[in-house]
């Protein structure tokens, strides 16, 4: 039993960076115009069905597409930024959810019209084997992964801390009309903060590739996730949103551990309202 | 209530209860008619929570399961009738969403936050009665075949179901029409245009958005009892996202709130059929043509036509009604 | 005037955001039937104290009191039952109800019999001269109107003691002078207690009895309109600032 759960919190510490990076493009966005997309699963999975393709058109390893995905998603966010949220900023927050989730019905049943239920996973990937640590067996795969996530979150931190595009972005999201003041083109910063968001969940897609298969239906999946841990930084920056995903990945560690493996998306749940219930704000938000 | 208020209701009953004549009881017709009444009955009562209070509620279908699980597990263990299974689903219902909408509706929490929560609930349920194989698991369970008899509420064809929809749809109807014209209806309007200026009016925010959901939440999980009946099975993917969606963007497109309650039936049976045309003439090619079509409506019109399409039906009504006086002007 | 006399007493408030110093141990006395103007240069904190009035913020320190009862903390919905309303400096319509509705809205904080509150909005919107507009959408008013429509409310509310948060902002000379003169109706005809938050000076002492200033937070003045004028610390805290007394 102990050895199982050792594992498991491996695993659990593991997927937690990586749900940490799949929601950090959505604390990103919400963080600078404060829009909650309800796309971003979709999002996330459409980008794992582009991983595919790519990877097997190319036949490349999933894990190398990232540098293709990426930078096509960041155009997808700009585009989308055009047509869609542009649009939203600032209107009725009602119109504001009701667009971005006509969105997600397209996106989900596009994708159901175009690649049916069938999951589908990688052919060709260089992240094979695993690790023993001990009692603990660590697959490659995961282990990247979560590297990766860990090195996006960095860069991203020190974009945002150290470059003058980076504080811009911050100023917009601390006070979008003192920054307008400073001269700061906000629309821009609004634009750029879609396009980055975007062009993390396509890395983070490549990545999650290499030990998940997709299906249309993965995407209500990774949107949940990504709502609970933005739920749970509040507006608590980069570490915040890092920390969220850690615990989540814990907490369904756990849950696998000592529960049923189908229920953890009740128990993630669970945990939801209970940090609406008791900390609205966020466990580690600043305001 | 007014005698106004009445006039239409009477007019769209009697022209609804004519309907499955119209199509002389055709089996594939009635049928389609039995969905469309239930997604407009569904719409209807997602006018209180959406339409008047202002709030994105997808849960819809987590009502509507617990209503059929509710009712169908007392009929089947315990043999207790659907006439007192359905409102108790209903309570089962209104309890579930007490505790999202408890903490969700916190003064000054963001809108969006009740969203998630509603719509993630739908996938945990559906999870979760999964996992309890005690009333749920991933086997169908049948309700008794016991067709024809009033306790149980079972019948062979859809008719009989068509005018149970429609008797529910009209009770919907009246308390729509009855919370608007009062005091619930102007506070929860008021708190639709302005949480914070509401308050200061001194109306308790939350606890007028609790009131709003819990009739909506109890009477969606009645509507459920009745799903539970039609389809005749119980099953976790009685809890489906998509009924939640499909709810809320009828309601959206139709313009819940900014004009007529009627808007809402009247943009189901159009909406409806149009996607029905679409799956069985385009449907074999590409498979969910429907439900593209759903996304791209609620796309286009939350961008073009933020209100809703309510008003274009008023314009609508008002210019055929101007090219009839006019001709019976002309005539006399 | 005795301290018990005072409608509300502000007593030692203090309300920081992160690092800024909103509200620094303010005291404020209201009393019953006056009209009492507050300034002071943007940022001073005039619009937080309405807020921690209201219920909107709660204080970090201090108390406030409403006719003897300590309301520090109590919800909005709460502190207007007990007599207490306001208006917003950015203005908080409600656009997709029409004007007599959202007068009726406030109408129901004392009223729950139909007649009684028609009675009540019909004669508010007369009061006001909205009875006109009463089947207009918020939506399409102008601003002046929308206005109107705000202080409409809240006196449908049946307010003791109403705070107006620069309700003149926006309106031209002409219009300043109509609602100088409908607020003195207010006062005297409803017997409602008012306290103006306004950075137009002519209103504010063409109709204030009392005021008070604030400066980042710290109350540094008050009393009848003229001696605040000539204060030497008020006209420090307004140089070089584009409001002149
Ligand atoms: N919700 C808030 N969060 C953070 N800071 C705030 C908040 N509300 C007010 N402040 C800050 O508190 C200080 C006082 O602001 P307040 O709005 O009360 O000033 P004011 O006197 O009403 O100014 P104005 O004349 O411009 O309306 C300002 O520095 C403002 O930036
Ligand atoms: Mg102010």
Redo the contacts with the bound molecule.
């Keep these: 039993m102990l050895e199982l759960l050792l594992q498991n919190l491996v695993n659990g510490i593991l997927m937690g960076c990586v749900y940490a990076l799949v929601a950090l493009g959505l604390a990103l966005q919400f963080g600078v115009m404060d829009i909650i997309n309800f796309a971003h699963g979709e999002f996330v999975m459409i980008a794992m069905y582009l991983v595919f393709w790519i990877s097997l058109y190319l036949a490349i390893p999933g894990s190398l597409t990232s540098l293709i995905v990426a930078p096509i998603y960041f155009v997808f966010g700009l585009v989308v930024y055009k047509l869609v949220i542009d649009r939203i900023v600032g209107t009725y927050p009602l119109a504001q959810i009701a667009a971005t989730i006509g969105l997600m019905v397209l996106l989900r049943n596009l994708a159901l019209a175009a690649w049916r239920a069938q999951p589908r996973g990688l052919q060709y990937e260089v992240l094979r084997g695993s690790v023993t640590l001990g009692p603990v067996v660590v697959p490659i795969s995961r282990l990247t992964a979560a590297l990766v996530s860990v090195g996006t979150m960095l860069a991203l931190h020190w974009f945002l801390t150290h470059t003058r595009l980076g504080l811009a972005l911050r100023a917009t999201s601390d006070d979008m009309q003192a920054a307008s003041l400073l001269g700061i083109n906000v629309r821009r910063m609004f634009a750029l903060a879609f396009g980055l968001g975007c062009a993390i969940i396509g890395i983070a897609a490549a990545f999650i590739m290499t030990f998940q298969q997709v299906n249309p239906e993965s995407g209500l999946t990774w949107g949940l996730i990504s709502w609970i841990i933005v739920v749970m930084a509040g507006l608590g920056g980069v570490s915040g949103v890092l920390l969220s995903g850690l615990i989540l990945g814990m907490v369904e560690a756990l849950e696998i551990t000592f529960w049923d493996p189908r229920a953890s998306l009740a128990v993630m749940y669970s945990l939801f309202i209970l940090i609406l219930w008791v900390k609205p704000r966020g466990l580690f938000g600043r305001? | 209530m007014r005698a106004s208020d009445l006039k239409p209701i009477v007019a769209l009953t009697a022209m609804l209860a004519a309907l499955p004549l119209a199509v002389r009881m055709n089996n594939y017709y009635v049928l389609l008619l039995t969905w469309i009444l239930y997604y407009s009955t569904l719409v209807t009562a997602w006018n209180v929570i959406g339409g008047l209070a202002g709030q994105l509620d997808l849960a819809a279908a987590s009502y509507i399961g617990l209503g059929a699980y509710t009712m169908g597990t007392l009929l089947t263990r315990l043999d207790v009738t659907p006439w007192v299974g359905i409102p108790l689903g209903g309570l089962v219902a209104a309890g579930f969403a007490a505790l999202v909408g408890y903490p969700t509706f916190r003064f000054g929490l963001k809108e969006a936050w009740y969203a998630l929560a509603t719509i993630s609930s739908v996938v945990v349920l559906q999870k979760l009665f999964l996992v309890w194989e005690g009333v749920g698991g991933p086997e169908e369970r049948y309700l008794p075949a016991r067709y024809g008899e009033l306790y149980y509420l079972r019948f062979r064809g859809y008719a009989p179901y068509y005018y149970i929809l429609l008797a529910v749809l009209v009770m919907v109807l009246l308390l729509n029409v009855k919370i608007r014209r009062s005091k619930t209806g102007y506070y929860l309007l008021a708190i639709r245009e302005n949480e914070e200026a509401a308050e200061i009016l001194g109306i308790d925010v939350r606890k007028y958005k609790l009131r709003a959901l819990l009739i909506y939440a109890f009477v969606t999980g009645c509507i459920g009892g009745i799903f539970a009946l039609i389809s005749g099975y119980l099953h976790p993917h009685h809890f489906d996202t998509w009924t939640s969606l499909q709810v809320a963007i009828l309601g959206i497109v139709g313009g819940a709130g900014v004009g007529s309650i009627y808007s809402l039936p009247a943009t189901t049976f159009i909406i409806y059929s149009i996607s029905e045309l679409l799956r069985s003439t385009l449907g074999g090619w590409i498979p969910g043509i429907h439900l593209i079509f759903y996304g791209v409506i609620l796309t286009v019109v939350v961008l073009l036509k933020p209100e809703g399409l309510s008003e274009t039906y008023e314009r609508l009504y008002g210019r055929i009604r101007a090219a009839l006086l006019r001709r019976r002007a002309g005539g006399g | 005037m005795t301290e018990a006399e005072a409608l509300l007493r502000v007593r030692g408030v203090t309300k920081r955001?992160?690092g800024?110093v909103?509200?620094d141990r303010v005291d404020v006395d209201v009393y019953e039937g006056e009209i009492l103007g507050m300034i002071?240069?943007?940022?001073?904190?005039?619009?937080?104290?309405f807020?921690v009035v209201t219920g909107y913020?709660p204080p970090d320190s201090g108390k406030v009191i409403f006719r003897g009862e300590d309301i520090t903390g109590r919800p909005p919905h709460e502190i207007a039952k007990l007599g207490i309303s306001r208006t917003f400096?950015v203005v908080k319509p409600f656009l997709g109800l029409t004007v007599e509705d959202a007068v009726r809205v406030g109408a129901y904080n004392r009223l729950s019999d139909e007649a009684e509150v028609e009675r009540r909005v019909r004669e508010i919107l007369e009061f006001m001269g909205l009875d006109r507009l009463r089947d207009r959408l918020c939506r399409d008013l102008n601003i002046v109107q929308i206005k109107q429509t705000a202080i409409a409310r809240a006196l449908a509310t049946d307010p003791k003691l109403l705070l107006l948060?620069?309700a003149a902002a926006g309106l031209n000379p002409g219009e300043v002078d109509d609602l100088i003169e409908l607020l003195r109706r207010v006062n005297r005809e409803m017997g409602v207690t008012l306290w103006v938050?306004e950075?137009v000076m002519r209103f504010v002492m063409g109709i204030s009895d009392r005021i008070v200033v604030?400066h980042y937070?710290e109350k540094i003045a008050e009393g009848p309109p003229e001696q605040v004028a000539h204060d030497p610390k008020v006209v420090e805290a307004y140089l070089g600032a584009e409001v002149v007394i």
Excluded at chain 3, 40 to 49: D, F, I, R, S, V
């Design positions: 305001r | 955001f992160g800024i909103a509200l002071g240069p943007n940022g001073a904190g005039k619009t937080t104290l807020n913020y400096q948060d620069e938050v950075h604030l937070g």
